[in-house]
């Protein structure tokens, strides 16, 4: 009868086990990799996991390139997921979002969604308040990679932009490289070629929240820019052309202090234009720290490095509550910032800054570190 009894009690643990989804097919995020498998315009998308030997990751998918999850340690060494995203592929392709997105192939915007190249003037989407804003509404965060995961801290991604797309001209082959090293940094490079005159401007659009709780606001984080110069905008968000001192205004970073301690002086017409913060600051010195961002509450710290000569600075105004992430957990206005290194925005209109021109025979760098660690 024992015999029975205990045959019984193992098969009915092997019933459970089967019923149970396994821990092992989970990322460390909670992710399931399945949900992430589907068919978009006949391309497999899937989720990619990066691990070092710290116990971070980084999951990512093909999908627009974008970063899903990254899980890194607090001051108490517990493992926080510290970006906003979905925990499945048709959110993604669903719910209009950059979250996470390489995009391209320009990112941030372009006046009335015009450029003249060779003396032509091409006319681009306008998706955004007439201008056509990271890349179009069908833009690189929108299409399939193809992904070749190198090692376990490395993954590839390659897309060939057909000439024409968002009327963009140039067929243009795009390879976004992650790759998380040992010290706990998400490095990333961007390379690009093209067979005819064209622009490039790409970044990475994760949105932060380094309290790991994106029900909380970003308001109390710490934030420090390396930049004395910024470029304003207008009320459609257009930069207007100048470049214009930080000094003596809210848009000071210099030395760090809380995100909210001015964002709501709408008294000051950035902030107003901007509903916030979400302007491009002209780095000092791409050799050095280009941004630095912590978590008062946690202790998580972010460092951007960058060769490009600017960084957008974007507090999430736009997230109004529609948006329903990963755990169910809603995202509401200003809960996450994003920290975007790029070219200017405008740039293809504006000669005298630097210039976004990539012509057959070069090819397009664009490098982005983004260094966690933890301030006790």
Known sequence: MKKLLLSLGIVAAMVTACNEKPQEELTLSGLDPKNFQTEVDGKATNLYTLTNKGGME?????????????????????????????DNINDYINVPSDFGASIGRYAN???????????????????????????????????????????????????????????????????????????NTIDINYEATTDQTTVINMTNHSYFNLSGDPTKPITDHILYVNADT???VDDTFMTTGEIVSVEGTP?????????????????????????????NWVLNNTQDIAARLVSPEIGISLEVYTNEPGIQVYSG?????T???????????????CLETQHFPDSPNKPEWPSVVLEPGETYHSHCAFKFGVEK
């Open 109 to 183: 915007r372009i006046d009335q969604g015009k450029i003249t190249l060779n003396g032509e003037t091409i006319q681009l989407p306008q998706n955004n308040f007439g201008h056509c804003l990271h890349g179009g509404p069908n833009g690189w965060q929108y299409k399939v990679y193809d992904a070749n995961q190198v090692d376990g801290q490395t993954l590839r991604l390659t897309l060939l932009s057909p000439d024409g797309d968002e009327n963009f001209p140039g067929n243009v082959t795009a390879v976004v490289t992650y790759k998380l090293t040992e010290d």
């Open 230 to 232: 910024f470029t304003p």
């Open 251 to 279: 848009m000071d970073f210099t030395t760090p202090r809380a995100v909210g301690s001015e964002i709501d002086n709408y008294d000051y017409d950035q902030l107003k234009n901007g509903d916030g913060y979400d302007h």
């Open 58 to 86: 980084v999951c990512i998918t093909n999908f627009g390139g974008r970063i899903v999850s990254i899980m890194v340690p607090d001051k108490n060494g517990d493992l926080k997921d510290v970006v906003l995203g979905f």
């Open 323 to 337: 948006a329903k992430g990963k755990k169910d957990i809603v995202y509401n206005k200003r809960t996450a910032i």
């Open 317 to 321: 105004n736009f997230l109004d509550g």
